[in-house]
């Protein structure tokens, strides 16, 4: 099972994740700031996620940690 963490205050929100995950189940948040006043990334279904760590090498701010 994987276990994928975005770290929320690290992340500004740029999407990259969410265009390049194949499980189509990362989104950015619509309710929720972080510290620095960016909606972050989040993961809708953790069951699915497979580990393919495309997000963690597509973030430009290493907000992404999969771990399999």
Do not use: H, Q, W
Not at 47 to 54: F, K, P, R, S
């Amino acid at each position: 099972m994987a276990n994928t963490t975005i770290n929320e205050n690290t992340c500004k929100g740029c999407g990259l994740c969410v265009t390049v995950c194949p499980k189509k189940i990362i989104m950015i948040s619509e309710d929720r700031l972080n510290a620095k006043g960016y909606f972050p990334a989040r993961i809708t279904n953790m069951d699915e996620c497979i580990a393919c760590a495309m997000c963690a090498m597509i973030c430009p701010d290493c907000a992404i940690k999969v771990e399999r």
